[in-house]
């Protein structure tokens, strides 16, 4: 967390010297979900947690609710690969060469996920089962929520190439690789 701190306050920094003077300014900011990326400790996002149950370090997976007006009850979120995030990223800096102002591009696959369907392509990845529990909701959590990538493809070409089955599958190699407790 520390980094993701210092991270926004450098991009405010920044951002208070590019208002000072604006005929320069290229700013572009970039909207993203859930991103899979590997923590040290316990993890606050699904991925990491599923990872670590399913490699023995955690008891179960928490589900947050199972009465959400979704599919199978879960909440749904857009998971994003962190290659295809990075890929994101190069392909905004490349446009941001040769483009002033601002603009808002939501990095992400268009496709929601729910909570059961993260931990049944987990199952299928590791090849065997990952416990879980459901739980309480959580208080503010909404139902449903993933991006609309559309400006991505248009203004920059990009467009996530992982699909859930590849993040899960490559979640699981680096777990049980280079295990993370």
């Known amino acids: ?39 040290c400790g316990i993890p606050n996002n699904l991925l990491p947690y599923v990872a ?25 979120r857009d998971y994003i690969h962190v290659v295809d995030l990075a890929k994101g990223h190069v392909n905004v800096a490349e446009y ?25 392509a987990y199952e299928k990845a590791c090849g065997k089962p990952v416990p879980y529990k459901i739980v309480a909701r959580r208080p503010g959590d909404v139902a449903s929520n993933w991006a609309n990538p559309q400006r991505a493809l248009e203004l920059l070409g990009w467009k996530a190439q992982y699909n859930l089955q ?5 979640s699981w190699n680096f777990q049980k690789n280079c295990p993370v407790e």
Not at 15 to 33: D, T
Not at 104 to 114: C, E, F, K, W
Not at 166 to 170: A, P
Request: net charge positive; glycine share 8%; aromatic share 14%.
């Open 52 to 76: 670590r149950v399913a490699a023995g370090i955690l008891p179960a997976v928490q589900v947050f609710g199972n009465d959400y007006d979704t599919p199978d009850g879960t909440g749904v």
């Open 1 to 39: 967390m520390r980094f993701v701190n210092t991270f926004f306050k450098l991009c405010s920094y920044k951002i208070k010297i590019a208002a000072r003077k604006p005929f320069w300014l290229r700013f572009h900011l970039l909207l993203y979900v859930q991103f899979i990326k590997e923590y």
């Open 96 to 120: 941001c060469s040769c483009h002033k102002g601002w603009i808002a591009i939501n990095l992400g696959t268009g496709v929601g996920y729910s909570v059961l369907d993260i931990i049944h």
């Open 166 to 170: 590849d993040m899960c599958e490559h």
